[in-house]
């Protein structure tokens, strides 16, 4: 038994020395060292020794697996070793290499025109709100004096998501929130996306965004409401701008009108864009009617107040002279790179 094991132990230090890689080291450790390996294999005829044999014998066995062992370590940190080196010449990097340019990205175009709207507004001493996407009927329609059953609601017909939730049709349900927790004086704008059941084509989305505005105070009157709509549109467009204003309805005010800007395709002429009218409708405003007011419980015969509600997408339009909104959400990185 003496011979087989020194044996074995010369053939296992062989294998192990030529082992190139970590499975075939597993190997080898397994051939010999494993449940069914070969010591094991001597071991078991220990049974035939005499009692004298029997120790000098296991001593053996016990040198020859340490042997083994020290040398399968010893063999795996070599292995390791050379992997590493291997690893750091293959993936080397060149430090005096350029690196890869990075492309820089721009602001959306929606953005940018939305931060100038708000620096104008702030410099007229508006504040910022912002409210939920998903809204409560009540807040949509209700208290902006549109009842169920309202024609007006056809013309927004809008996405449900229950009967009494709805993805805001307009930004116009933060008039209500603000006017319920502010006391007048009141000015304040509320940017954010909208969502109704239009056709797409170039002027229309079913998602866009709007910036609904609100100023509540005494002795406010239709012409502080068309003095400040007037400046807006020439801080945003320039001095040139020319604006006008057609009487109109919405149910929650009285008067109510569309103001529009010429177009800035045919310059009042008519053309595709402006489907021939020469000019291009961006909000519709008016007078807060009363009983929005007394909703609110701010009372109508102290306190007066105007709304208007534009849409940012054509007032972009308009500013960068884009004939259709579609590519605004294409994310053609040709188009948005330009700003």
Wanted: proline content about 5%.
């Amino acid at each position: 038994m003496k011979e087989q094991l020194k044996q074995m132990e010369k053939e296992a230090l062989h294998l192990i020395e030529s082992a190139k890689d970590s499975a075939a080291l597993e190997s080898a450790r397994l051939k010999f060292l494993g449940k069914k390996g070969e010591l094991t294999s001597i071991l078991r005829g220990m049974g035939a020794l005499s009692a004298e044999e029997r120790p000098v014998a296991g001593q053996i066995a016990n040198e020859v697996r340490a042997a083994i062992e020290n040398a399968i370590a010893s063999r795996f940190e070599n292995i390791e070793a050379l992997m590493l080196e291997a690893k750091l010449k293959h993936e080397k990097i060149d430090v005096t290499m350029p690196g890869t340019p990075v492309k820089i990205g721009t602001k959306h175009p929606l953005n940018i025109v939305l931060d100038e709207i708000r620096e104008i507004f702030l410099g007229l001493g508006f504040s910022v709100a912002e409210g939920p996407e998903v809204e409560y009927d009540y807040y949509n329609f209700e208290a902006l004096n549109i009842p169920k059953y309202h024609p007006a609601r056809d013309t927004q017909d809008t996405f449900y998501v229950s009967d009494n939730i709805v993805l805001r049709t307009q930004t116009s349900p933060m008039q209500i929130r603000t006017m319920e927790n502010t006391k007048p004086p009141i000015r304040v704008i509320a940017p954010g996306r909208v969502y109704r059941s239009d056709a797409v084509d170039a002027t229309h989305s079913p998602l866009f965004h709007q910036i609904e505005g609100i100023v509540v105070d005494k002795n406010v009157t239709m012409g502080d409401l068309k003095g400040i709509l007037e400046l807006f549109a020439k801080k945003l467009y320039g001095d040139d701008t020319v604006v006008r204003f057609r009487p109109h309805h919405f149910p929650f005010t009285e008067p109510s009108a569309e103001m529009d800007v010429m177009c800035f395709m045919c310059h009042g002429k008519g053309c595709r864009l402006c489907k021939g009218e020469g000019f291009i409708e961006i909000l519709g405003c008016g007078m807060i009617h009363p009983n929005v007011l007394r909703v609110c419980n701010i009372d109508p015969e102290e306190y007066s107040g105007f709304a208007f509600g534009m849409g940012l997408e054509r007032l972009v339009m308009r500013r960068y002279k884009i004939d259709d909104m579609r590519m605004f959400y294409e994310n053609d990185v040709r188009f948005l790179s330009q700003f």
